[in-house]
């Protein structure tokens, strides 16, 4: 009888260990992966505190390295890249936050020298994977897409599942934006130094005051837009800045969210476009292309002669 009971209790401490055992090894395959193989990396970033994110080499670069600090504010989400190892005649990538229907927004380029580069850009966004690409004009982040590095995702940190969309429905709403709005070019090139574009604002927006300084150099022009009198427009609006391209092509450059507690802000950023015009759209949500009909447009302030 005590040889049945010791092999009765050798049994159940043999099933409780397996049971330990199977239910850690569920618990492990219940994380939240988009693909096995780690090209989808989609995370949402915390606020106020900053992620560290490693950046996967691709197979053109194996052999280099680079790492990503992420910090998201109030303000707007901070991403500050640190490259090395870079062999070959390379001398520019180009940054991309892709959201999670797939669209890659360009923050700006990197340049690299003696196997090095180092950038900071600023994105509204808070749900993305970031992707370095050789190619500036990189429309949507898939398989085929060419990359030289893109993010791993942060320990600790679910995927944000990609969102399906339509291909008739992208085509429909690029339409809509195509014959809504009428924003000139402002000549970027022939900037030699800091230079002032200005916005009048109409209608409701009647009282805001905004300016931008535009800095070109070294293929990319840097963005720096300051609001005042935000007190005098109504609440929990975003106002979104936009780069347009002369093929009619948009990038978001950034944007703020009037909470009434502030009467001023201001937006940084960096575009790799040469040349491009700049206008504002009136947002009631956050949105990776502009859609509404409230928009103002920058120009180029007269000068007495």
């Known amino acids: 009888m005590k040889k ?24 492990t395959k219940t994380q939240a992966v988009q693909n096995p193989d780690g090209s989808w990396t989609v995370v949402e970033y915390p606020v106020d505190k900053e992620v560290i994110v490693n950046l996967a080499p691709g197979t053109t670069i194996s052999g280099a390295k680079g790492m990503a600090h992420i910090l ?15 062999t070959g005649d390379m001398t520019n990538v180009y940054a991309y936050a892709v959201d999670p229907s797939g669209n890659p927004t360009l923050l700006g380029p990197v340049t690299v020298a003696n196997g090095l580069g180092k950038a900071e850009f600023m994105t509204p966004m808070n749900q993305f994977m970031l992707v370095l690409s050789p190619n500036n004009t990189l429309t ?13 995702a942060p320990t600790g940190y679910a995927i944000v599942p990609r969102v399906q969309t ?20 402002l000549n970027v090139p022939s900037f030699k130094e800091d230079t002032e574009v200005r916005i009048n604002f109409t209608g409701e927006l009647k009282g805001l005051d905004g300016k931008a300084y ?23 609006k975003r106002f979104v800045l936009w780069a347009s391209g002369a093929d009619g092509t948009y990038t978001k450059l950034g944007q703020i969210i009037n909470s009434g507690s502030r009467d001023e802000a201001e937006i940084r950023s960096e575009t790799a476009m040469r040349d491009f015009g700049l206008f504002m759209t009136v947002e009631d949500a956050d949105v990776n292309i502009p859609t509404s009909r409230v928009y103002s447009v920058f120009s180029m302030p007269t000068r007495n002669p």
């Open 4 to 27: 049945l009971f010791l092999s009765a209790s050798l049994f159940a401490l043999v099933a409780v260990v397996s049971v330990a055992a199977q239910t850690t090894v569920t618990t």
């Open 72 to 86: 998201r504010t109030a303000n707007g989400t901070k991403v500050m890249l640190d490259l090395n190892g870079i």
């Open 140 to 152: 949507t982040f898939d398989n085929s897409s060419a990359w030289v590095f893109r993010s791993e």
């Open 166 to 185: 339509s291909s008739s429905k992208s085509i429909a709403r690029g339409e809509a934006i195509s014959s809504t709005y009428d924003v000139p070019l």
């Open 214 to 236: 535009l800095k070109n150099e070294g293929g990319k022009t840097s963005v720096k837009m300051r609001f005042g009198d935000l007190k005098k427009v109504p609440q929990g």
